[in-house]
C-alpha cells in the first residue's frame, strides 16, 4: 500500500467504531481540511485547492460506498478509493505492455507498436518545433503534406496525399466533400458495419450522400453499377472487406470493371481499402491483400486507408490519388478538423521510409510478427518454457493459431506457438489478473481449456527477458507436474 494509502486507513481507522458501519456513522469520514493536508504532506500534490478537490472526491467516494453497502467498513472504503486515486495520479495506465495473445494487430492493445525509428521520430517532433508548414529554404508558409505525399508517390504513384486522424474520418471526409447532396452507389455486400459502430450507410447520411444499394448481399456484378439511377455527380464507393468476409456462391465486380462504369457514366469511384497494405501479404503465407498501389493502377480516383494496422504506422487516415480531388477534399470545412497533427505526420514519413529503404519487414513490427518463422517462434517457446520450469512452473510448448487481427486479414491464420502455463484449479483467472496488472511490465495473454497460453508471435524476441521475469513474478512457484519442453 501507497504511504497515502496507509496515512488515511490510520486516520479512518481512529475515527470508526468497531462492526458494521451505519448510516449514522458517516459523520466519521475525515473532514476535507484533515485529508487535504494528508494529501499535501504526503507529495500527492503541492496545490492547496487541487489537494481539496482530491479531498472532496475521496469523501464522495466513501459515502457513496457507504450508504450503497451499510455493512462496509470505514477503513476498507478509504482505503480502496485512495488507492484508486493514487494510482490515477503516480501511474499511467497507458505504459508499456506485451501482447501475448497471438493477434498481430489488437485493437484492445492500442494495435501494433510502430518502428523504433517512427517512435524516435514522433518523440523528436512532440518534444519540439518543426518545420509543419513552412518551407525552410524561402521561410515562407507551406504544406502540411509535402513530404508524405513525395514519399506516397514514389510508393504507390499516387498524385496527391492527405493525412487525417484515422480512416474512419478519412471516409466521411472525402464523402463530404466530394459527394454531399449527391447519389452513391455501394454493393449490399459492403453496406457493412467495419467495427466500433462504424456502419457504411450512416457515414453515407451523416456526409449527407444518399445511398443507393446495389446487387445482393452475396452476388454483385458490374452492370449492377452501371445500372443504378446516380445521376450527375455520381459517386461508386468499392468498400474493401478487410474485417469482414463472405464466401460461397459469391461474385464481385473487378476494380477494372467499376473503372469502365464510372467512366462512361462520368462517376467517380472511391475505394475504403481499410487496412492498407503496401507490401503483397501472400509472403507471410497469407492471400494477398490488395495494396494501395494496385487499386490505383486499376484507376480508383481515391483511395482511403489505415495508417496503422497493415502498414504499421501511427494511427491515421490517409487519402491518396488524383491531386485535383485531393485538393477539393483538403479545402472541405471538415478536413481541419480531422487532420493530423505534426506527430502523426513524423511518424507516418518515419514508416514510409522503412518501405522506401526496403527495410520494412525488419523494422516495422507488424510486418516482422507477420513474417517471423515457425522454426524461430518454437526454439524461443523451448527456451522461454525451459527457463520457467527451471523456477518451479510448469510451462510447455504448444502449437496454436495466430490472427492479424485489428481489422485486417478477416478469418486468415497463421501458425503459432504458445508456452502454455498449467495451473492449479481456481488460479488461471487470478494469476492472468496479476500478470494484467505487473507493476513492470504487464502482459496480455490468454486462457484457453484451464491454462494460460503465452503467444510469442506478438512479442518481440527482445522482449522475452522481460516477458520471462513478469512470468516469474505473476505464476510464483506453484505445485507442478513437469513435463518435456517438446511442441505438442
Not at 451523416?206 to 446516380?230: H, I, K
Not at 468499392?238 to 467499376?258: Q, T
Not at 470545412?333 to 521510409?353: Q, Y
Not at 505473476?474 to 505438442?488: F, N, Y
Request: net charge neutral; charged share 25%; with cysteine.
Amino acid at each position: 500500500m501507497s504511504s497515502d494509502a496507509q496515512t488515511f486507513c490510520v486516520l479512518a481507522d481512529s475515527r470508526q467504531v468497531a462492526g458494521a458501519m451505519t448510516r449514522d456513522e458517516l459523520r466519521n469520514i475525515p473532514s476535507v481540511q484533515a485529508l487535504a493536508e494528508i494529501l499535501r504532506r504526503n507529495g500527492t500534490t503541492s496545490s492547496s485547492e487541487q489537494a481539496a478537490t482530491l479531498a472532496r472526491l475521496i469523501q464522495d467516494r466513501a459515502r457513496h460506498a457507504l450508504v450503497s453497502d451499510p455493512s462496509a467498513r470505514l477503513y476498507d472504503v478509504l482505503r480502496r478509493e485512495t488507492g484508486r486515486i493514487t494510482e490515477l495520479i503516480s501511474a499511467s495506465r497507458l505504459r508499456s505492455a506485451l501482447n501475448a495473445t497471438g493477434i498481430v494487430v489488437h485493437t484492445n492493445l492500442g494495435r501494433a507498436p510502430v518502428s523504433d525509428d517512427t517512435a524516435r521520430a514522433m518523440s523528436e517532433a512532440a518534444a519540439s518545433n518543426v518545420a509543419l508548414e513552412i518551407e525552410p529554404d524561402s521561410g515562407r508558409r507551406g504544406g502540411r503534406m509535402a513530404e508524405i505525399a513525395g514519399l506516397l508517390r514514389l510508393l504507390t504513384g499516387a498524385e496527391s496525399t492527405l493525412v487525417v486522424n484515422n480512416n474512419a474520418a478519412a471516409v466521411l471526409l472525402v464523402l463530404s466533400a466530394l459527394a454531399a447532396g449527391k447519389r452513391v452507389a455501394v454493393s449490399r455486400a459492403e453496406a457493412v458495419e467495419i467495427g466500433g459502430g462504424f456502419r457504411i450507410p450512416d457515414v453515407l447520411r451523416q456526409s449527407g450522400a444518399e445511398l443507393v444499394e446495389v446487387g445482393t448481399t452475396n452476388r454483385t456484378y458490374a452492370s449492377d453499377y452501371a445500372e443504378a439511377d446516380l445521376g450527375e455527380g455520381g459517386v461508386v464507393l468499392k468498400v474493401h472487406s478487410s474485417n469482414f468476409d463472405i464466401s460461397g456462391f459469391v461474385a464481385r465486380p473487378a476494380l477494372a470493371e467499376l473503372r469502365q462504369v464510372a467512366t462512361a457514366q462520368g462517376w467517380l469511384l472511391v475505394e475504403d481499402l481499410g487496412s492498407g497494405s503496401l507490401v503483397d501479404t501472400s509472403q507471410f503465407g497469407l492471400e494477398h491483400e490488395p495494396t494501395v498501389r494496385e487499386s490505383l493502377e486499376a484507376g480508383v480516383d481515391l483511395v482511403t486507408f489505415s495508417g496503422d494496422k497493415l502498414l504499421g504506422g501511427p494511427q491515421a487516415g490517409i487519402i491518396a490519388g488524383r491531386a485535383d480531388l485531393v485538393d477539393r477534399v483538403a479545402r472541405a470545412p471538415l478536413a481541419r478538423a480531422v487532420r493530423a497533427d505534426k506527430v502523426t505526420l513524423a511518424g507516418v514519413a518515419a514508416t514510409l521510409r522503412h518501405y522506401i529503404r526496403g527495410e520494412a519487414l525488419e523494422r516495422i513490427p507488424t510486418l516482422r510478427m507477420l513474417a517471423v518463422s515457425l522454426a524461430e517462434l518454437r526454439s524461443r517457446a523451448e527456451r522461454l518454457a525451459g527457463r520457467l520450469q527451471g523456477e518451479g512452473i510448469d510451462a510447455t510448448p504448444m502449437e496454436t493459431t495466430n490472427y492479424a487481427g485489428g481489422g485486417s486479414l478477416p478469418g486468415q491464420a497463421l501458425p503459432g506457438v504458445a508456452v502454455r502455463l498449467a495451473l492449479p484449479h481456481g488460479s488461471i483467472e487470478r494469476v492472468a489478473r496479476s500478470l494484467r496488472m505487473d507493476p513492470i511490465t504487464p502482459v496480455y495473454g490468454r486462457i484457453e481449456n484451464d491454462a494460460i497460453l503465452i503467444e510469442l508471435r506478438t512479442v518481440a524476441a527482445r522482449d522475452d527477458d522481460r516477458l520471462f521475469d513478469t512470468l516469474v513474478r505473476g505464476v510464483g512457484t506453484t505445485p507442478t507436474s513437469p513435463q518435456s519442453a517438446s511442441i505438442r
